[in-house]
Structure formats: C-alpha cells, structure tokens
C-alpha cells in the first residue's frame, strides 16, 4: 500500500484483511462448534446486533464475512432447540459469551468501529467485550467511595425519564444542571441515545458500564468540551486517565489521525496534556450522584472534583461527532 495512503486508512485495510482471514478459517472449520450450545446466533436475544456487525463486516471484507453471515442468518431461519435460547439473564438484555465470542465480537466491532466510527452501536459493543479488568477497578473504586457505594446500591438512570428538564432550565447560569441542559440543547444530543448494556457477564460490572455511558455527556458539562471531533477526543483522553477501558484507549490513541493540523496542534499543545493530567488526578468521576447535585454551582463541582477549567474555550458546531460513546 502506498506510503501516502492515510494512516487511519492503512490500519483499517491491515484490520479488515485480518478479519477476513479469521473468519474464513472459521467458516472451514465448524463455527457451530466453536460457538457451541450457546451460540452467538441467537435469533431471540441478539438477532439485530448481528446483523448489524455481520453486514458491515461483508460489505467490508468480502467472502468470509460473508460465509460467516450465511450460517447465522441459515440458523436464525431454521430455528434452535429451546435450550439454546433460553437461560437466567442476569439482567436484561443480556446476552452470555463465551470467551472465545468475546474475541470475535471485538474483532469485528473494532473493525467495524474504525472503518466507521459512526457505528456507535459497534463501539459499545468493543467497550463491553474489552473492558472487563478496567470495570472491575472501577467498581472497586465506587464501593470505596460513600456517594459512588449509594450509586451502586440505588442504580440511578440518566435519562429524559427522569430528568425534571423544567426545574432545570430555571436553575441560575452557572449551576450544574442548567450547564448541562445548555449542553444538550446547544449540541443537539440526548441521553437516551446511550444503548443499553448487553455482554457483560456479571450483573454489577454491567450497571457500571451503563452509568459510564450515561456520565459521559456529563463529562462534557465538567470539561467544557463540545460534541464536535476535538472535543470528543478531549474527553476520551480525560476517560482514558481516569477509567483505562480499553475502548477509551484505543479512541484516544486513533481519534488524533481523524483531525486536522489546525485542531491537532491545540490537542497536543494544551488540550491533550491538560485532560490526561486532570484524568488521573480528579476523583472517580462515576462516584458522583449527579442527580443530587444540579443546583451546585459547576465551578464547585469541578474543585470538589479536582477538575481543572479548560485552557481553552471550543465552540459546538454542527461536525458530527465520531467518538461519543
């Protein structure tokens, strides 16, 4: 491959070439097999997100994703034996894996997710097939914690449920709550746009993933980052410090090579250093009951935090973002 060809562009045809491979060998080589009894292919539990990882990996890689997709879509339309379809979720939505689907699945949504980092749902999929040690830590870090142990005891949702966007919207500028309303409002985004939590096998590591998820456009609030690409991958530089999700990781590492010169000189001048810093040294952000603390002033939120201000002011635009998880 030539030498001028993008960088993030090399990565994807090496990654998907590699994929392909994968999945041929597979296809040879009994996938049944592999996947045994409880099969990724479950037509009642995860019919859709295959489809969706399955045919973006054919229209990327050709003949093996393309086998791989046969045989699924064969079996969800011959049916399975009620044994492997039922079992005790341990919440719901969830869908159990064995490790070696954990390995695929984040194959192919890592593929998936940096051919098109559109594919929200492919990047979710990657952060709760990769995350298990950095979840544990996390989790650990709340029980630690007198506010993050009631978190996880009550498990609040983020959620236009059960936010009061009316007593929001009359909290004074400056507060918290009327911070991130002006947030949503002026990035056009909502929290219910956070997928729900599917494969990760333990009931409380999954509720952490999720309260990850819906803390994120929160982090936005607390950063001062909009919702356009340097902003995006501001915040994933913070979440990389502070969680090491792998998945924050590889979106800090590979979102530098989707910016231009004029925005990736500031990244690397004054916004990467200063999230990276904050990151480590702020305390568990996941430990906060945000729900209770709308009405604080966002500046106290930050000091209470140990969260320093932005070094610099970015306005939102209308640039899609590509890395909002």
């Known amino acids: 491959m030539s030498d001028t060809f993008p960088v993030h562009l090399k990565l994807t045809h090496y990654s998907l070439a590699l994929f392909n491979t994968l999945l041929t060998v597979m296809t040879r080589h009994h996938v049944r097999f592999i996947f045994g009894k409880r099969r990724l ?12 990882l399955l045919v973006s990996s ?27 379809v039922q079992y005790d979720g341990l919440y719901p939505g969830h869908i159990p894996t064995s490790p070696i689907q954990k390995a695929l699945l984040a194959v192919g949504s890592g593929v998936a997710a940096l051919q098109d980092p559109y594919r929200h749902d492919m990047v979710a999929v990657l952060g709760e097939t990769t995350g298990h040690l950095a979840l544990m830590t996390l989790r650990d870090r709340m029980r630690g914690d007198p506010e993050g142990y009631t978190i996880l005891t009550e498990r609040p949702r983020i959620r236009l449920s059960t936010l009061d966007l009316s007593k929001m919207a009359s909290l004074p500028d400056g507060s918290f709550g009327r911070e991130y309303l002006r ?62 999700l792998p998945m924050c990781i590889l979106g800090a590492a590979l979102g ?23 990151g ?6 996941f430990s906060i009951f945000y729900e209770r ?18 070094p610099l002011t970015i306005t939102a635009t209308s640039q899609k973002a590509t890395l909002d998880l």
């Not at 086998?67 to 034996?81: K, P, S």
């Not at 990736?264 to 250093?273: A, D, K």
């Not at 480590?280 to 952000?285: H, W």
């Open 256 to 278: 530098p090579l989707r910016l231009s010169t004029s925005r990736l000189e500031p990244l690397v001048t004054s916004l990467g250093p200063w999230a990276v810093r904050n």
């Open 280 to 285: 480590r040294q702020a305390r568990c952000v």
């Open 183 to 244: 947030f949503l409002e002026d990035n056009r985004v909502t929290p219910d746009s956070r997928v729900n939590v599917k494969f990760v096998d333990n009931e409380e590591l999954a509720y952490v993933m999720q309260r990850y998820r819906e803390v994120h456009d929160l982090l936005h609030t607390l950063l001062g980052m909009p919702t356009n690409m340097l902003g995006e991958v501001a915040v994933k530089w913070f979440e990389a410090a502070q969680t090491g």
């Open 293 to 310: 603390r709308w009405e604080q002033s966002l500046e106290d939120l930050r000091k209470e935090l140990n969260i320093e201000p932005p």
């Open 58 to 84: 054919r229209r990327s890689t050709g003949r093996g994703a393309f086998m791989f997709e046969a045989l699924c879509v064969r079996q969800l339309h011959h049916g399975v034996d009620s044994a492997d």
């Open 41 to 52: 292919c479950q037509p009642a539990h995860n019919k859709e997100m295959l489809r969706s």
